[in-house]
């Protein structure tokens, strides 16, 4: 399959079949900004689920947080994103679209008469380049001038940090601990694109553990090995996952190293995930702009030192996106083509599908019990309408993993047929075993 048709081919099942729309649609859409629809909502909802339960319930030292998205102004420039969050830009004076200085479609240096627009290719009307800030801006109060400015977060740590000595408090944790968070942030990125790969608006799933000086670079090879460890538990292709160690010119202006979990997308490898050392940067740079002691008091050695931070920070549509990447195929079956969304049961949106062979007979009967049986526990989809491999595949097609068929033998015999999506093969079980029968396979592929 040609790299490129396979994002245009997920792009539109993601449409067709409820996983993803583009905002406001109806009004042209709003650039780089998704909805998700029934399907995706469920998958995305899995993918966050999941982490948290692998960075919060699974463990004793790392406790969960929901920090509002607006915060002090000042939040922000102690961060160093007022100042530093930005990339240089370019500003067709004729045509008015802006460009990223770097865009490889500028042919010369901007401020140069010769250089063309690459969008109107009008000569000489390119600015030079200017720093433009990601954050977006808006009023808090009735009052729109300066003092009033609040941002929309551009990363959800900041609450995490302001909040760190409420939550150590509160939980009694001692360090070395950790605080995770799942929320949303925006950026007002200016070559945004690939779908839901880079959006303005996105969801982070971030966690700061907070560590003694000196004993950051060890937790920061654990975290690497914990994180790389839980995408390939999430089932997706190892050979498609790398690491990318950041140089100094790359480095983010609060990190002393920071390495990127990359997945070989069709559009090439891309980050998914960022594990950072952020030292003591960003506490001291709280302590300082704030005015409050932002030290931690260690019992057992009457220390008290600002502690450092491993971050590991994933972004929840961007997995959302490598999961369906990664799980898409597309096989020959009896000389029919048969899409697949494969992926692992414990993030599929739907978990089973209930089909009664007919529409009569009593089939219904029984089959609409079954399904509210399963609908208890998990998402189930109820279709009785066409042939039954037709079914199978509209179920392949968004990633269900088990299909139910209720026969006629259902009737005498109190067994349905389930059917596997990957290997297509087919058990027989008692009815009554259908509930306990998902539950052990889900345990399975919960690992
Ligand atoms: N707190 C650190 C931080 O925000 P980052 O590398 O800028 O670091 C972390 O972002 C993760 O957030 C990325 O690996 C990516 O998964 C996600 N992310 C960042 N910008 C995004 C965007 N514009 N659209 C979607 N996801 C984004």
Same mark, same amino acid.
């Given at each position: 399959?040609?790299?490129?048709?396979?994002?245009?081919?997920?792009?539109?099942?993601?449409?067709?079949?409820?996983?993803?729309?583009?905002?406001?649609?109806?009004?042209?859409?709003?650039?780089?900004?998704w909805?998700?629809?029934?399907?995706?909502?469920?998958?995305k909802?899995?993918?966050?689920?999941?982490?948290?339960?692998?960075?919060?319930?699974?463990?004793?030292?790392?406790?969960?947080?929901?920090?509002?998205?607006?915060?002090?102004?000042?939040?922000?420039?102690?961060?160093?994103?007022?100042?530093?969050?930005?990339?240089?830009?370019?500003?067709?004076?004729?045509?008015?679209?802006?460009?990223?200085?770097?865009?490889?479609?500028?042919?010369?240096?901007?401020?140069?008469?010769?250089?063309?627009?690459?969008?109107?290719?009008?000569?000489?009307?390119?600015?030079?380049?200017?720093?433009?800030?990601?954050?977006?801006?808006?009023?808090?109060?009735?009052?729109?001038?300066?003092?009033?400015?609040?941002?929309?977060?551009?990363?959800?740590?900041? *609450?995490?940090?302001?909040? !760190?000595?409420?939550?150590?408090?509160?939980?009694?944790?001692?360090? #070395? $601990? =950790?605080?995770?968070? +799942?929320?949303?942030?925006?950026?007002?990125?200016?070559?945004?694109?690939?779908?839901i790969?880079?959006t303005?608006?996105f969801e982070?799933?971030?966690?700061?553990?907070?560590?003694?000086?000196?004993?950051?670079?060890?937790?920061?090879?654990?975290?690497?090995?914990?994180?790389?460890?839980?995408?390939?538990?999430?089932?997706?292709?190892?050979?498609?996952?790398?690491?990318?160690?950041?140089?100094? *010119?790359?480095?983010?202006? !609060?990190?002393?190293?920071?390495?990127?979990?990359?997945?070989?997308? #069709? $559009? =090439?490898?891309?980050? +998914?995930?960022?594990?950072?050392?952020?030292?003591?940067?960003?506490?001291?740079?709280?302590?300082?702009?704030?005015?409050?002691?932002?030290?931690?008091?260690?019992?057992?050695?009457?220390?008290?030192?600002?502690?450092?931070?491993?971050?590991?920070?994933?972004g929840a549509d961007r997995v959302t996106l490598?999961?369906?990447?990664?799980?898409?195929?597309?096989?020959?079956?009896?000389?029919?083509?048969?899409?697949?969304?494969?992926?692992?049961?414990?993030?599929?949106?739907?978990?089973?599908?209930?089909? #009664?062979?007919?529409?009569?007979?009593?089939?219904?009967?029984?089959?609409?019990?079954?399904?509210?049986?399963?609908?208890?526990?998990?998402?189930?989809?109820?279709?009785?309408?066409?042939?039954?491999?037709?079914?199978?595949?509209?179920?392949?097609?968004?990633?269900?993993?088990?299909?139910?068929?209720?026969?006629?033998?259902?009737?005498?015999?109190?067994?349905?047929?389930?059917?596997?999506?990957?290997?297509?093969?087919?058990?027989?079980?008692?009815?009554?075993?259908?509930?306990?029968?998902?539950?052990?396979?889900?345990?399975?592929?919960?690992?």
């Amino acid at each position: 399959m040609a790299e490129q048709t396979l994002m245009d081919k997920l792009v539109s099942l993601a449409k067709r079949r409820g996983f993803v729309f583009q905002s406001s649609e109806v009004y042209g859409g709003l650039g780089s900004v998704w909805d998700y629809g029934p399907l995706g909502v469920e998958l995305k909802r899995n993918i966050k689920d999941r982490w948290w339960r692998s960075m919060v319930h699974a463990r004793d030292d790392i406790e969960g947080i929901d920090a509002a998205i607006l915060m002090h102004p000042r939040v922000w420039e102690a961060s160093g994103h007022v100042s530093g969050f930005t990339d240089p830009l370019v500003d067709c004076r004729q045509c008015k679209v802006r460009f990223r200085a770097d865009d490889p479609r500028l042919k010369g240096p901007p401020g140069d008469p010769a250089t063309a627009c690459p969008n109107c290719g009008n000569r000489g009307t390119l600015t030079e380049p200017r720093m433009f800030n990601l954050m977006f801006k808006t009023f808090m109060g009735p009052v729109e001038e300066q003092a009033a400015i609040v941002y929309l977060r551009p990363e959800t740590a900041q *609450g995490i940090y302001v909040n !760190y000595l409420n939550v150590q408090t509160a939980s009694r944790q001692k360090i #070395p $601990f =950790g605080i995770a968070q +799942i929320g949303k942030a925006f950026r007002n990125e200016i070559t945004p694109g690939n779908f839901i790969f880079r959006t303005r608006e996105f969801e982070q799933m971030e966690m700061q553990f907070f560590v003694k000086p000196g004993t950051d670079e060890e937790w920061f090879e654990q975290w690497r090995e914990i994180r790389m460890q839980w995408h390939v538990d999430l089932g997706l292709q190892p050979e498609r996952l790398r690491w990318h160690a950041h140089g100094p *010119g790359e480095l983010a202006h !609060y990190a002393k190293a920071a390495y990127d979990i990359e997945y070989e997308f #069709p $559009f =090439g490898w891309q980050e +998914i995930e960022g594990v950072h050392n952020r030292t003591d940067f960003d506490l001291s740079r709280h302590q300082e702009y704030s005015g409050k002691k932002l030290e931690y008091f260690d019992a057992a050695t009457s220390e008290r030192y600002i502690p450092y931070v491993v971050e590991t920070s994933a972004g929840a549509d961007r997995v959302t996106l490598t999961v369906m990447a990664d799980a898409y195929r597309e096989e020959e079956v009896e000389g029919e083509t048969r899409v697949v969304l494969g992926f692992n049961p414990a993030v599929a949106p739907i978990k089973a599908a209930v089909l #009664p062979l007919t529409r009569k007979d009593g089939l219904p009967e029984v089959a609409d019990r079954l399904y509210h049986d399963i609908r208890r526990r998990w998402s189930a989809f109820y279709d009785d309408s066409g042939a039954i491999g037709r079914r199978y595949r509209r179920q392949d097609e968004v990633g269900t993993p088990w299909c139910i068929t209720v026969d006629h033998d259902t009737l005498t015999g109190e067994t349905v047929t389930i059917r596997e999506r990957d290997a297509m093969s087919q058990v027989r079980v008692a009815i009554s075993q259908v509930p306990a029968w998902i539950a052990d396979r889900l345990e399975e592929a919960g690992r």
